[in-house]
């Protein structure tokens, strides 16, 4: 059984730092991309960054510069180092990967960002 399990969420002062962790089990995960996904109160869920089994890195335009996304394939483990955190960055957070036809999500992770 495939699970997604995140956490490192909190709340953090604008210009802080988090690390999201998130811990992928019941499949070889390092063959498969993992990303990460956030979802703001009254917002759609938007993509954040991936990360491919080579460790070939992208991210969407507003995070560009202040958040990390990197794994460690012995532990099935992919992370999400996010610096210079600002209010707009408030969502749940999410990991997600594809294994064949099924797109599997974590439970999420509460991110909130104070002013």
């Known amino acids: 059984q495939v699970q997604l399990v995140e956490s490192g969420g909190g709340l953090v002062q604008a210009g802080g730092s988090l690390r999201l962790s998130c811990a992928a089990s019941?499949?070889?995960?390092?063959?498969?991309?993992m990303n990460w996904y956030r979802q703001a109160p009254g917002k759609q869920r938007e993509w954040v960054a991936a990360?491919?089994?080579?460790?070939?890195?992208s991210y969407v335009d507003s995070v560009k510069g202040r958040f990390t996304i990197s794994r460690d394939n012995a532990k099935n483990t992919v992370y999400l180092q996010m610096n210079n955190l600002n209010p707009v960055d408030t969502a749940v957070y999410y990991c997600?990967?594809?294994?064949?036809?099924?797109?599997?999500w974590g439970q999420g992770t509460q991110v909130t960002v104070s002013s």
């Open positions: 997600n990967v594809r294994l064949g036809f099924t797109t599997y």
């Open positions: 019941g499949s070889d995960f390092s063959i498969n991309a």
């Open positions: 990360i491919t089994p080579g460790g070939r890195t």
